[in-house]
């Protein structure tokens, strides 16, 4: 069986693969309608700005997905990082902001926060495990093991974790513990997928 233990990075192939998801995402949400409650409320004049922000400490991650997944609903809607990929964030910070048309940010506002508290949860859990197994010989890898549809996510989203804490050459995996210990090679962590807490969540 082939092993799969590519990282996935951020690149042009990456852009191109969410911009031809989010109209399926945004479709998933908007329940394939459109949001009536926003536009039966909502002048379409009106023009706002909301900053997403941390509810809790943890890894960033998917600010460029999110850009993209904003720019679908409209064109006319700025989405604004306040932090770089990889960046430690505390809670109550602002991640980034989303400007332009009110009807189109509320339109947009979910499933840009589902999107990035799944990629921050992700990238949250690998950088805690890395550190557990800080100065052993166990490694931390990616596997196949990921939600149909989210694996590059998911996986762009680790490499970010590992570069925020500086050991690049690890990564994530699920699978089975191996025991180690004298001329054995190295363990290999297991890891299920789920952590033991919630995706980092962020709220708008």
């Not at 949400?29 to 002048?43: F, I």
């Not at 400490?57 to 770089?84: C, N, Q, Y």
């Not at 495990?129 to 166990?138: D, P, S, Y």
Request: hydrophobic content about 45%; overall charge positive; some cysteine.
């Amino acid at each position: 069986m082939t092993r799969d233990f590519d990282q996935a990075a951020w690149d042009d192939a990456l852009a191109a693969h969410v911009a031809s998801r989010a109209p399926e995402w945004l479709a998933e949400d908007l329940g394939h309608e459109c949001d009536w409650t926003t536009l039966a409320t909502v002048p379409a004049a009106a023009t706002a700005s909301l900053a997403v922000v941390a509810r809790r400490d943890g890894v960033i991650a998917g600010l460029p997905a999110a850009a993209i997944v904003a720019r679908a609903v409209d064109p006319a809607l700025s989405f604004v990082a306040a932090l770089a990929e990889g960046a430690r964030v505390e809670r109550g910070a602002a991640v980034a902001t989303i400007s332009g048309p009110t009807r189109s940010i509320l339109t947009a506002e979910r499933t840009v926060l589902n999107l990035l508290g799944r990629t921050c949860g992700v990238a949250t859990g690998t950088a805690r495990l890395v550190e557990a197994v800080a100065g052993t010989r166990c490694r931390v890898y990616d596997t196949r093991k990921t939600v149909p549809g989210w694996r590059l996510l998911d996986k762009s989203a680790v490499r970010v974790a590992m570069a925020s804490t500086m050991r690049s050459s690890s990564r994530t995996t699920t699978g089975r513990h191996s025991p180690s210990g004298g001329s054995t090679p190295p363990a290999r962590c297991a890891w299920r997928g789920s952590f033991s807490r919630p995706p980092c969540p962020l709220s708008g």
